[in-house]
């Protein structure tokens, strides 16, 4: 079986069309980025080698760096791998990028962006599932006029026990999100880039990772400033004390 890459495509259909089995020929796969050639199956073989390793962005088999498309993809493995090829590919991104996240809803599969506040109230409209969410803390359907917290404590109906699962179930959401509350206005925060010391718009100082104020938990070494997201200038004042200087 023909396998490996060529330096035209013209070489193979015409200069070689009277020599290779037609059958041969139309198993074999034309890289539109590069122009390389690949039979099908080899291909196939390099693509299921690279996400056995865990690999979510697919180049040419050749090393030349270009990109194996989506339509590619989908040509080669089928439609049920490619399938998961692209949700691999799909959670890469989020995990990269803070401004992608997950469409609340348990088993939805839907990505949405939400950059921060300049984009309004964190509601996720899913187009999937068709439900209207908060991406701060999961409440299905959004709860319009209120805070995250103001939601959790609206509810007199509930037990003191099941405000605290509940209040426990939001915190444990919190962790697995891209997005923290601000400890002074409440509004949601996404961390784009940097350290783990954050600054709200309202000037709160505190960690990204557990939310303490100012940071002084040892997330992030003391001598690192905030990053104010009014200005992009450096706030170095009194980093070692317990409260908020701003």
């Not at 080698?49 to 865990?54: A, K, L, P, R």
């Not at 590919?89 to 348990?106: G, N, R, S, W, Y």
């Not at 701060?136 to 405000?163: A, Q, R």
Request: aromatic residues 6%.
């Amino acid at each position: 079986m023909f396998c490996g890459s060529v330096s035209s495509v013209s070489f193979l259909t015409h200069s070689l069309s009277f020599f290779i089995p037609y059958s041969l020929v139309v198993q074999a796969i034309v890289l539109g980025q590069c122009a390389h050639v690949f039979c099908t199956d080899c291909l196939q073989a390099h693509v299921t080698t690279c996400t056995s390793e865990g690999k979510t962005l697919i180049v040419c088999p050749s090393q030349c760096g270009a990109e194996v498309t989506q339509a590619e993809l989908r040509e080669v493995v089928g439609l049920e791998h490619f399938n998961t090829i692209d949700r691999k590919q799909m959670e890469a991104a989020v995990a990269i990028d803070p401004t992608l996240h997950h469409c609340p809803t348990p088993d939805c599969s839907n990505i949405v962006c939400w950059t921060g506040e300049e984009d309004g109230v964190p509601l996720c409209n899913c187009l999937v599932c068709n439900k209207k969410s908060c991406l701060v803390c999961g409440v299905s359907p959004y709860h319009n006029g209120m805070t995250c917290e103001e939601y959790i404590h609206s509810n007199t109906s509930m037990s003191e026990s099941d405000k605290t699962a509940n209040e426990q179930a939001f915190q444990q959401y919190m962790q697995n999100s891209n997005i923290r509350v601000c400890g002074r206005c409440k509004n949601a925060v996404v961390k784009s880039s940097g350290c783990n010391k954050m600054k709200c718009r309202c000037g709160f100082r505190f960690c990204y990772v557990c939310g303490s104020e100012n940071a002084q938990c040892g997330h992030t070494p003391a001598s690192h400033g905030f990053i104010d997201n009014v200005s992009g200038r450096g706030d170095f004042s009194h980093l070692r004390e317990t409260k908020s200087a701003t």
